[in-house]
């Protein structure tokens, strides 16, 4: 039987893709940072997962304005780093798990989320920049994938609470795949950030470290919060959150924390990172 | 805190990011507004469409159906007026790639602050959300 292992959390900004790409991870400004994944790095490395379910958003990139899924499962062998306007990342393509992608989306489907199914698409940064901050730079990454992808651009986005019962059904159509399979769940984006207007720029340590405690132990307090509160207290982008949701309800009732990391800032963002197990 | 079984009502959820200081949060109205401008920018993810418009930016305008307002906005590189203009930062951020200007950089030309002096204050901690959380309440 395919199981859920662990849940990771990880902010996915560009720049840090672009700081692996020219070999800058261990300067003044990057160090710090990447310092807070070698934790990871290692333990990625003892537990070999076969597979991680990727929650994630695309950023303008495989999906325009033309068609926009609130929640999309991808189900191809196979996605290639997209062009985001300076040339695709030099990473390795993404390998998918199409049979169990497949498994997902029907068992979700029947579970009364519906569903987009994807075949073919370029991942962006919002799916390579994980991959490089959990296994650096190998030739071929060491795990598949099943992309989830979330609509956290157009509004409304998915409530948190909707997302957090997404992560429910994902567990269980995991547990019903017969195939034994190390499965981790991933959510990425955040923590707080504001890309655009006047009050870009806007950080928030506080808020960021009690969203941070929330996910850890057995509170489901971080499903309720309203969209608003994320806007107000964590900037635009911050929302982006709400991602890290699916990850924390496909984790059970209560988690134990493995790793934490936080540092500001990375270009304009809070970086956040989380490394939890799920205790029951 | 929202009960989960309390049903949002989409006028009031709407009409309250309007009271968020220094944001256009990205709603179905944008998102109609813009979309050519928005589609225009996408088109430059490939390498021969960035050369076209490098080539004459204009002329390359000429194919979208996009509102003179939106064409001058994005000509005068003023993010803020694409972003009123529908405009969504995810989009725009093609342009400002293809421009060769960082995110940050980009992103800094839409407060009062020049590059280095936003620079200056992400590193010393970002933007502080005290005060800049809701117009009406003021905190």
């Known amino acids: 039987m395919a199981r859920i292992t662990a849940g990771v959390a990880s902010s996915h900004v560009p720049l840090l893709g672009v700081a692996v790409d020219q070999g800058k991870t261990g300067d003044d400004y990057f160090g710090p940072i990447f310092a807070g994944y070698e934790w990871t790095k290692a333990w990625e490395k003892e537990e070999k997962p076969d597979v991680v379910i990727l929650v994630y958003n695309d950023h303008a990139s495989a999906f325009d304005m033309k068609i926009i899924p609130t929640f999309a499962i991808g189900c191809g062998e196979r996605y290639k780093s997209a062009d985001e306007g300076w040339g695709p990342r030099p990473v390795p393509d993404v390998e998918g798990h199409a049979d169990l992608g497949w498994h997902i989306a029907q068992s979700l489907i029947l579970d009364e989320f519906d569903m987009t199914i994807i075949n073919e698409m370029d991942v962006d940064h919002g799916m390579t920049v994980p991959l490089s901050m959990m296994f650096g730079q190998p030739e071929k990454w060491p795990v598949k994938v099943v992309p989830l992808a979330v609509n956290v651009v157009t509004y409304p986005v998915p409530s948190g609470n909707r997302c957090w019962a997404l992560g429910e059904a994902i567990a269980r159509a995991v547990e019903s795949f017969p195939e034994d399979l190390n499965v981790q769940i991933w959510g990425t984006g955040g923590m707080s950030h504001q890309l655009q207007g006047p009050r870009a720029g806007l950080l928030n340590r506080e808020w960021d470290n009690k969203f941070l405690d929330m996910l850890i132990g057995d509170s489901d307090a971080a499903r309720f919060i309203p969209h608003l509160e994320y806007l107000r207290e964590t900037g635009s982008e911050g929302i982006e959150m709400v991602m890290w949701l699916v990850m924390r309800g496909a984790l059970g009732k209560k988690t134990k924390c493995l790793h934490r990391h936080y540092h500001i800032p990375c270009s304009n963002t809070a970086i956040g990172h989380l490394v939890l197990e799920p205790t029951e | ?139």
Request: net charge neutral; proline share 4%; hydrophobic share 35%.
């Open chain 2, 1 to 139: 805190m929202t009960a989960p079984t309390e049903r949002q009502n989409i006028h009031d959820y709407i009409a309250a990011f309007d009271d968020i200081p220094g944001t256009r949060v990205f709603t179905a109205a944008r998102a109609r507004k813009g979309y050519w401008l928005n589609q225009f920018a996408m088109s430059l993810m490939t390498p021969e469409n960035r050369e076209a418009w490098k080539a004459d930016e204009r002329k390359y305008l000429e194919n979208w159906p996009m509102s003179d307002d939106q064409k001058e906005a994005i000509l005068a590189r003023d993010y803020n007026r694409c972003l009123d203009l529908g405009g969504n930062v995810y989009f725009l951020a093609k342009v400002f790639s293809t421009d060769g200007l960082s995110f940050a950089e980009a992103v800094s030309t839409m407060t009062d602050m020049t590059f280095p002096e936003y620079r200056e204050m992400m590193n010393k901690g970002g933007r502080s959300p005290q005060g800049n959380r809701s117009i009406k309440g003021g905190y």
